[in-house]
């Protein structure tokens, strides 16, 4: 059961969101919402909110984030009340995964070793909506370890263009090969 509460919240979340006619707002405060999960000790202020109740925890998430949707407020201090606060990195991608399916939308990561610009983004946006003809949401990622190059995710799959891939596949035929 416990193994899919993720989904069903996220599908909760979505509904009641609709139903608000702010499921995009909310997308756009989860997607927000997720980068700052990345900083450990944000998650873990996060987390101590989970100590209180549950109308101290609204008041205290309507301070932090100024602005935010009633609906995702409330469901904020839903999930942290209940301690279900492990499981909310889960439901921020199912709701974007089941929201991008509803919306027809390709949901696209890209990976480059440095940032790149704001124009730079924008082209890259303008391409695949082209290249893939239709609706594409990318989220941009910085990893140095692949050198240079590119590394494109869409749902599970990788196609990677980073020199970090290909130094890989010399070194694997590298020693593959027999030497007299």
């Not at 008041?59 to 492990?86: M, T």
Request: overall charge positive; proline content about 1%.
């Amino acid at each position: 059961m416990r193994q899919n509460l993720h989904i069903q919240l996220a599908r909760t979340l979505l509904r009641s969101a609709e139903a608000h006619k702010q499921d995009d707002m909310v997308l756009d405060e989860l997607v927000g919402i997720e980068k700052l999960l990345k900083d450990d000790e944000f998650r873990r202020h996060l987390h101590a909110l989970s100590r209180g109740d549950i109308e101290t925890i609204q008041s205290i998430l309507q301070k932090a984030f100024e602005g935010i949707s009633d609906v995702l407020l409330r469901f904020l201090a839903f999930i942290l009340s209940h301690r279900l606060f492990s499981l909310f990195p889960s439901v921020i991608r199912s709701y974007k995964k089941t929201y991008f399916e509803k919306h027809g939308i390709r949901d696209i990561r890209i990976v480059t070793a440095r940032e790149l610009s704001s124009d730079e983004k924008k082209k890259a946006s303008s391409q695949f909506e082209t290249l893939l003809s239709g609706k594409t949401y990318l989220t941009f990622d910085i990893d140095s370890d692949i050198i240079a190059g590119i590394q494109i995710f869409e749902n599970s799959t990788l196609t990677d263009y980073s020199s970090r891939a290909l130094l890989m596949k010399i070194r694997k035929e590298l020693s593959l090969r027999t030497y007299p």
